[in-house]
Structures are given as structure tokens and as C-alpha cells.
């Protein structure tokens, strides 16, 4: 179907001049610019790339999207003011892929095993379901302009808008400790409990408020987000102890064959996850923060079935727990404080040195067997003819798109202005101008399309996967050793 017509002196005329959409795949599966593509009108840009299925689904929930922007716009002009600016910017960080990634080995180096698997749990599968259902039916952010879009990082920006994944995770982190505290309930004063209890709504309502008031999502993507955290609770809370058992406990253990099956059902499960995840339209980086923490899931589903398989920690602690690093309650500040730094870095030098060495090895063994891991947007390094160490060379510089952002940009963001309007990137792009194009009288904002990915190997995707894989097993067993080896247990 054709888009409307539009007379060539107009505004839109000139808007749809500067678009460029995607065009099909070059060898190397690079997109290039192409202006007299159909994709150059928004309407048709989703039809032609998405299945009908997919198409039409999006188009039942677009209207629900697009009929908040004027609500939210006019919640936000009321209510904005420069201390809140800041302090909603700065609490979005407690619910990013980066504060987790940090924040999720602390209660594995402090005793708290159950806790540590629960909230792994809820927040890879969280962070894949969300991301999943982005990709799914890329559905773009709230509009902006009128909304202004406030952020420290411009990285979560950059992802479609439905559902929320800081609404997923804030919602199933809550609900993790939660439960928690209300299990030990018997450990804690009267007022210990209600300060944390109270510490919990105030964590919980700032990041789901503050993703409204930033103009990052509307109240579709928020409860969206919310009910997956409380659908990814819910299954941990009551099958969790029941999948733990069946992974690590079953009868396989006493043969070989059935502990090389476990190994294989944890690998090729989560990799399935990987296999069946949709293809986005355009460039969004849901599927790396995907492709990360089901490294992570595989990663401490291995360390700790090998925990199991060693008994190497079961006798040194009371409960008998198998899956609890060495740990006593009454060491020193300084030894615990000891102990984080340890663990954290071991887990950056195991990122700095394995992502270059990871990626000198992987593109000249894909070459040489002919390994091939189709998926749209990504080149076949197989059979690239660029040289291995270019591929190596772009495969860490995309590896900086990722989940765990270095501290030094975070802290750098918050010196810079963190208020911004208009099109990001080409989701915002098609967005704006479809509305341009159906309110020719609004010409604030001029809207330009790249419709360019960057190039991007297969080879990624294995390597992603690997290194956030380790990042589990070096907080679990590097860090066993490491504290052992310096009396810190």
C-alpha cells in the first residue's frame, strides 16, 4: 500500500526527501541508504519488514501509545522542576542494566545464595521477556517533542518503547526482597522492618514514576512492565525451588553421561532462547542486554551445579548449603569491604582480558569451520571476506553497546544536561514523521533517517554470551578461591 499523497513543494515533501529507510541486505549484509525505498514512508517501513501477525498486533496497540503523548506532555510540563530533573535522572540508574550487573554478585560474596539465585533469575528472564516483546512488536517511546526525554545515558533510549524493562525489573527486584524481608521478618526489630519495608517503596515508586516523568514510557508500557516482573516472580517464588531441584539434584549426577546432559540442557536451553528471539526492525539494542543476561543465567546455573557436583562449599556452613561461598557474619567492615573489591576486580579483569583474547580466536575458527548463525542484520563471518582482525576490531568497538557501561560515563552523564527533545534514533525518526505527516501544520522538528545498522558479526552474538557467562562463574568460583587464597573467608 502506498503512503498518501503529498504535494512536492510541502514541508513533508522536503521531510521524506531527507528520510532514508532501509533497504534490503548488500554481500556483507550491511543496509544501505536507499531514498526511493517504500520504507521511506512510516506506514509502510513496519508492514514490509514485520509478519502480518506481528503488523497487526502492532497496529491494535499503536493507538494506545500514541493517545498518552498528549496526557504525559502536560503531566510532565506541570510538574517539572530542576531538583526533580535530577534526582529522577540519577534514581533510573537503580534499575539499569549496568547497577545490576554490579549490584547481583554482592549477595553471592555475603553468604546469601538463595537470594543471589532469585534475583539472577527474575531479572535475566525479565530483562528477556521485555526485551523479547520490544523486539516483537517495536512499538516506539512516548513522542518526543512534546515530551522531554531525560536520561543519563542515552543508551536505554535508543530501545523501543513497550514494555518497560526498568518497570520489569524495579517491580521483580521489589517483590525478591520483599518476600525476602518478610521471611526473616523474626531477624529484624519493629523499626528495622518498617525502614526497610519503607526504603523499598520509596526504591519502587521513584523508578516507576520517574520512568513517566521522564517522558521514557507511557502507563502502557509501565504496566505492561510491571505485570512481567510480577509473572517472572511469581513462577521463581513458587517453581523455583522445584526447577533448582530438578537442575542440579536429579538422579543424572551418578553417571557421567547424565551430568554431560545437565551441562547440555543448561547451555542449549538458554541458547534456544537466543535462537527463537525476534528480529527487530530496526536498530535496537534489546537483543544485546538479551543475548548478556542469558550468558549470565548459563553462567551461574554451570558454577553452581558444579558446586553441587564438588561439595567443594557444603560443610562450611551450617545449612549445608552447597551453593554458599565460604562466609561469616561477624568479619571486620575492612574484610568485607576487602571482599567486594575483590570481586570486583576479578570480574573487570576477566572482561578486559577475555573480550580481546575472545575475539582473536572466535573469527579465524569461524572461518575455518564454516560456522554460520543466520539472523538478519548480522554478517556471516564465516563467509566475510573481511579480515579476521577488522572483525575482531568492530566486534569489541560494538561490544561497547552494551549492558554493563563503564562508571566513568555514568559519572561523567551527570555532569552534562540531561534534557532532550526531539528524534534519537530512527524509531523516534518514523514516529515523528508519521505524525508530520498527518499534522502537516507542525514543522518543529526536522526529522533525518540514517536507516543504517552498524555492521554487526555473528560472531557476536557467541562471544557476548561467553563473557557475561564468566562474569557468573568468576563471582562464584574466581571468587571463592581469591578470597581463600588471601584468609578473607
Given at each position: 500500500?502506498?503512503?498518501?499523497?503529498?504535494?512536492?513543494?510541502?514541508?513533508?515533501?522536503?521531510?521524506?526527501?531527507?528520510?532514508?529507510?532501509?533497504?534490503?541486505?548488500?554481500?556483507?549484509?550491511?543496509?544501505?541508504e536507499n531514498k526511493n525505498d517504500?520504507?521511506?514512508?512510516?506506514?509502510?517501513?513496519?508492514?514490509?519488514?514485520?509478519?502480518?501477525?506481528?503488523?497487526?498486533?502492532?497496529?491494535?496497540?499503536?493507538?494506545?501509545?500514541?493517545?498518552?503523548?498528549?496526557?504525559?506532555?502536560?503531566?510532565?510540563?506541570?510538574?517539572?522542576?530542576?531538583?526533580?530533573?535530577?534526582?529522577?535522572?540519577?534514581?533510573?540508574?537503580?534499575?539499569?542494566?549496568?547497577?545490576?550487573?554490579?549490584?547481583?554478585?554482592?549477595?553471592?560474596?555475603?553468604?546469601?545464595?538463595?537470594?543471589?539465585?532469585?534475583?539472577?533469575?527474575?531479572?535475566?528472564?525479565?530483562?528477556?521477556?521485555?526485551?523479547?516483546?520490544?523486539?516483537?512488536?517495536?512499538?516506539?517511546?512516548?513522542?518526543?517533542?512534546?515530551?522531554?526525554?531525560?536520561?543519563?545515558?542515552?543508551?536505554?533510549?535508543?530501545?523501543?518503547?513497550?514494555?518497560?524493562?526498568?518497570?520489569?525489573?524495579?517491580?521483580?527486584?521489589?517483590?525478591?526482597?520483599?518476600?525476602?524481608?518478610?521471611?526473616?521478618?523474626?531477624?529484624?526489630?519493629?523499626?528495622?522492618?518498617?525502614?526497610?519495608?519503607?526504603?523499598?517503596?520509596?526504591?519502587?515508586?521513584?523508578?516507576?514514576?520517574?520512568?513517566?516523568?521522564?517522558?521514557?514510557?507511557?502507563?502502557?508500557?509501565?504496566?505492561?512492565?510491571?505485570?512481567?516482573?510480577?509473572?517472572?516472580?511469581?513462577?521463581?517464588?513458587?517453581?523455583?525451588?522445584?526447577?533448582?531441584?530438578?537442575?542440579?539434584?536429579?538422579?543424572?549426577?551418578?553417571?557421567?553421561?547424565?551430568?554431560?546432559?545437565?551441562?547440555?540442557?543448561?547451555?542449549?536451553?538458554?541458547?534456544?532462547?537466543?535462537?527463537?528471539?525476534?528480529?527487530?526492525?530496526?536498530?535496537?539494542?534489546?537483543?544485546?542486554?538479551?543475548?548478556?543476561?542469558?550468558?549470565?543465567?548459563?553462567?551461574?546455573?554451570?558454577?553452581?551445579?558444579?558446586?553441587?557436583?564438588?561439595?567443594?562449599?557444603?560443610?562450611?556452613?551450617?545449612l549445608h548449603d552447597a551453593l554458599?561461598?565460604?562466609?561469616?557474619?561477624?568479619?571486620?567492615?575492612?574484610?568485607?569491604?576487602?571482599?567486594?573489591?575483590?570481586?570486583?576486580?576479578?570480574?573487570?579483569?576477566?572482561?578486559?582480558?577475555?573480550?580481546?583474547?575472545?575475539?582473536?580466536?572466535?573469527?579465524?575458527?569461524?572461518?575455518?569451520?564454516?560456522?554460520?548463525?543466520?539472523?538478519?542484520?548480522?554478517?556471516?563471518?564465516?563467509?566475510?571476506?573481511?579480515?579476521?582482525?577488522?572483525?575482531?576490531?568492530?566486534?569489541?568497538?560494538?561490544?561497547?553497546?552494551?549492558?554493563?557501561?563503564?562508571?566513568?560515563?555514568?559519572?561523567?552523564?551527570?555532569?552534562?544536561?540531561?534534557?532532550?527533545?526531539?528524534?534519537?534514533?530512527?524509531?523516534?525518526?518514523?514516529?515523528?514523521?508519521?505524525?508530520?505527516?498527518?499534522?502537516?501544520?507542525?514543522?518543529?522538528?526536522?526529522?533525518?533517517?540514517?536507516?543504517?545498522?552498524?555492521?554487526?558479526?555473528?560472531?557476536?552474538?557467541?562471544?557476548?554470551?561467553?563473557?557475561?557467562?564468566?562474569?557468573?562463574?568468576?563471582?562464584?568460583?574466581?571468587?571463592?578461591?581469591?578470597?581463600?587464597?588471601?584468609?578473607?573467608?
Amino acid at each position: 500500500m502506498s503512503g498518501p499523497s503529498i504535494p512536492l513543494d510541502s514541508p513533508i515533501a522536503s521531510l521524506l526527501q531527507d528520510a532514508q529507510p532501509l533497504s534490503p541486505q548488500t554481500s556483507e549484509g550491511v543496509l544501505k541508504e536507499n531514498k526511493n525505498d517504500a520504507g521511506n514512508l512510516p506506514s509502510n517501513h513496519y508492514k514490509e519488514r514485520l509478519s502480518l501477525f506481528r503488523f497487526k498486533l502492532r497496529q491494535m496497540c499503536l493507538p494506545i501509545v500514541r493517545k498518552e503523548t498528549d496526557l504525559l506532555a502536560r503531566l510532565q510540563a506541570r510538574v517539572r522542576t530542576p531538583g526533580r530533573d535530577l534526582y529522577f535522572a540519577w534514581t533510573a540508574n537503580l534499575a539499569s542494566h549496568t547497577f545490576y550487573v554490579l549490584m547481583l554478585p554482592l549477595p553471592l560474596w555475603f553468604g546469601a545464595s538463595t537470594l543471589a539465585r532469585d534475583l539472577i533469575f527474575v531479572l535475566g528472564m525479565g530483562i528477556y521477556v521485555t526485551g523479547f516483546l520490544k523486539d516483537f512488536l517495536c512499538l516506539p517511546r512516548p513522542r518526543s517533542p512534546p515530551l522531554h526525554r531525560i536520561t543519563m545515558l542515552s543508551y536505554t533510549a535508543h530501545e523501543y518503547g513497550w514494555p518497560s524493562s526498568h518497570s520489569a525489573n524495579a517491580t521483580a527486584v521489589t517483590l525478591v526482597l520483599l518476600a525476602t524481608f518478610y521471611d526473616q521478618r523474626s531477624s529484624f526489630s519493629y523499626l528495622q522492618f518498617v525502614t526497610l519495608i519503607g526504603l523499598l517503596a520509596l526504591y519502587y515508586l521513584s523508578l516507576i514514576l520517574g520512568r513517566l516523568y521522564c517522558g521514557m514510557h507511557g502507563f502502557f508500557d509501565i504496566l505492561t512492565g510491571m505485570s512481567i516482573g510480577t509473572g517472572v516472580f511469581l513462577f521463581r517464588y513458587f517453581y523455583g525451588v522445584a526447577y533448582d531441584q530438578f537442575l542440579f539434584y536429579s538422579s543424572r549426577n551418578s553417571s557421567w553421561l547424565g551430568i554431560f546432559a545437565t551441562f547440555f540442557v543448561i547451555i542449549a536451553g538458554h541458547m534456544y532462547l537466543i535462537h527463537i528471539y525476534p528480529e527487530p526492525v530496526d536498530d535496537c539494542p534489546c537483543f544485546d542486554d538479551s543475548v548478556a543476561f542469558v550468558g549470565v543465567l548459563i553462567g551461574i546455573d554451570i558454577a553452581h551445579y558444579v558446586c553441587v557436583l564438588s561439595n567443594k562449599f557444603t560443610f562450611t556452613n551450617t545449612l549445608h548449603d552447597a551453593l554458599r561461598i565460604p562466609f561469616l557474619a561477624d568479619l571486620s567492615i575492612l574484610v568485607m569491604l576487602a571482599r567486594v573489591v575483590i570481586g570486583i576486580v576479578l570480574v573487570v579483569i576477566w572482561k578486559s582480558i577475555l573480550k580481546p583474547v575472545l575475539f582473536s580466536i572466535l573469527p579465524p575458527l569461524y572461518k575455518l569451520i564454516g560456522v554460520n548463525l543466520p539472523r538478519v542484520n548480522y554478517i556471516s563471518t564465516a563467509h566475510s571476506k573481511t579480515a579476521s582482525h577488522q572483525i575482531r576490531r568492530q566486534s569489541l568497538s560494538n561490544m561497547k553497546n552494551e549492558p554493563m557501561i563503564p562508571i566513568e560515563d555514568i559519572l561523567k552523564s551527570a555532569r552534562q544536561e540531561v534534557d532532550v527533545v526531539g528524534p534519537e534514533d530512527d524509531i523516534d525518526a518514523y514516529e515523528l514523521l508519521d505524525y508530520q505527516l498527518k499534522h502537516p501544520e507542525d514543522k518543529s522538528v526536522s526529522v533525518k533517517i540514517s536507516g543504517v545498522f552498524r555492521p554487526r558479526y555473528d560472531v557476536e552474538i557467541v562471544g557476548r554470551t561467553i563473557v557475561y557467562a564468566g562474569i557468573s562463574i568468576t563471582s562464584v568460583w574466581g571468587f571463592a578461591f581469591a578470597t581463600q587464597a588471601m584468609g578473607l573467608t
